[in-house]
């Protein structure tokens, strides 16, 4: 039997609406973004139960994970955090803004304008921002595409240990993790660009295999 998740993410944040770059720093949930995971809750409302729920250890997270399942009527089901699963590490660019950044690597790849990194980066074969702000970080902290990935493909052995065989769970997560999952799954799945906040992708594992059954759904408008 195989296990289904359905991996989340976050609801809309302060510095998604300013555009800065969140990863392992944080901002809280706006209105919105608590509204759209009440809402999402109780659109999941008898169309599945889940058997486990996790999140990312940001609070942005955390607390989407928990409103979804309280306005889902699954309140009383734990939450655990999975590390591994939290966002990109930008280390010395936390909390630049999203512009700045990009202009800055379009200059040092020789782009000439952000518009035209954008695009190449987006539809690569490999993960250049990270490789770009990995090499370019004044802290040394952010990671590399290797450890990022790694991090990530460990996280979600985790919840498949985690989680009852033939189960269906929640995983909150974010924009770039979540498309660095599915990467992983399918180089050629999606593009290097996050999905919308609160929006549903859902994959399955089952002995091992990994399959995407859907990316960025949105299930507040199908009720």
């Known amino acids: ?5 359905y991996l989340v993410r976050h609801g809309k944040t302060v510095f998604n609406t300013t555009g800065r770059l969140q990863g392992w720093s944080d901002s809280p949930l706006l209105p ?3 509204q759209a995971a009440e809402d999402l809750g109780r659109a999941l409302a008898g169309k599945v139960t889940f058997d486990a729920a996790f999140s990312s250890p940001s609070p942005r997270a955390a607390e989407t994970a928990r409103l979804i399942l309280s306005a889902k009527g699954q309140g009383s089901l734990p939450l655990e955090t999975i590390d591994e699963i939290r966002e990109y590490c930008f280390g010395g660019f936390e909390g630049e803004l999203h512009d700045v950044l990009h202009c800055r690597i379009a200059a040092e790849r020789g782009y ?3 518009e035209r990194w954008l695009e190449a980066y987006r539809s690569a074969d490999r993960h250049l921002l990270a490789e770009s702000v990995s090499r370019s ?6 990671e590399n595409e290797a450890q990022f990935m790694t ?3 460990e996280g979600m052995r985790l919840i498949v240990q985690k989680s009852p065989v033939g189960g269906k769970v929640l995983a909150v997560s974010h924009g770039m993790s979540i498309t660095g999952i599915l990467k992983s799954i399918n180089p050629q799945s999606t593009p290097y660009k996050s999905i919308k906040n609160t929006t549903v992708s859902r994959i399955s594992c089952e002995n091992g295999l990994w399959c995407i059954s859907t990316i960025g759904e949105s299930f507040l408008h199908s009720n």
């Open 137 to 142: 970080d004044p802290l040394g902290l952010a």
């Open 151 to 153: 991090r990530l493909q």
């Open 32 to 34: 919105e973004g608590r």
């Open 112 to 114: 000439p304008d952000m």
């Open 1 to 5: 039997m195989s296990l289904e998740i």
